[in-house]
């Protein structure tokens, strides 16, 4: 597929179906394009489209079966919008471009030519949960245990949001951490991540309580 030139293109850019219940066009929005003028439109379409697929089918679905509706916040970013986030850094937070690839830019591959994508999504079940109680763990513990694909997860304050990565490569360093802090420890930083004792084993401890909410009363 080429890079869409056209409204019409574009609009069956965004009708590609991702899995049974993600479309293109919703990991496309993003705030810097809007503000900035900038269009978020892949150069690669049927690289971001594979991609995207596997972000969708391996950890994005699994989660919204289980869990229920989740809400897309941020997703794919265009080299352009990147850059124009990267440059600003202080105002939108993002990194550079090669930091990016296979990550928020999910039409480029990264370095060693593996591809991958992320997503920022809100689990709406787990809103109340979280401002009850203000921990985000629980969430963060029950995908580890849970959704066998994702690379990686990186939490904010604002509902428990998070990034959450698929990468191809078997290899990926996989992760969680967080921008702020956890409140069992009040340190922010990483969670968990290969070859920390916490790691391997069973976390439910964590997230039975959670769980317990959403039980029919």
């Not at 690669?44 to 916040?73: F, H, M, S, T």
């Not at 009850?132 to 963060?140: E, G, I, N, V």
């Not at 951490?177 to 409140?183: A, I, K, M, R, T």
Request: hydrophobic share 35%; with cysteine.
């Amino acid at each position: 597929m080429k890079k869409p030139q056209t409204v019409k293109a574009l609009e069956d850019f965004g009708r590609v179906r991702l899995s049974k219940s993600f479309f293109m066009r919703e990991f496309l929005y993003s705030e810097i394009s809007q503000i900035e003028g900038i269009p978020n439109i892949p150069d690669n379409p049927d690289l971001a489209i594979e991609a995207g697929r596997n972000l969708c089918e391996k950890v994005l679905e699994p989660i919204q079966d289980a869990l229920g509706r989740i809400a897309i916040r941020s997703a794919y970013r265009s080299c352009a919008v990147n850059a124009k986030g990267a440059e600003n850094k202080n105002q939108y937070n993002c990194s550079s471009n090669e930091a990016s690839y296979a990550n928020h830019i999910w039409d480029m591959r990264d370095s060693d030519g593996y591809m991958g994508a992320t997503a920022c999504i809100v689990v709406n079940s787990f809103i109340p949960f979280y401002e009850r109680t203000q921990d985000w763990t629980a969430l963060a513990w029950w995908v580890h245990d849970h959704i066998p694909a994702y690379a990686s997860m990186v939490f904010f304050p604002k509902y428990a949001a998070f990034n959450i990565s698929w990468h191809e490569s078997p290899d990926y360093p996989k992760f969680i951490s967080s921008h702020f802090p956890n409140p069992h420890t009040g340190k922010k930083g990483y969670l968990t991540k290969q070859g920390m004792d916490n790691f391997e084993g069973d976390h439910s401890d964590f997230y039975k309580s959670f769980l317990m909410d959403l039980k029919p009363k």
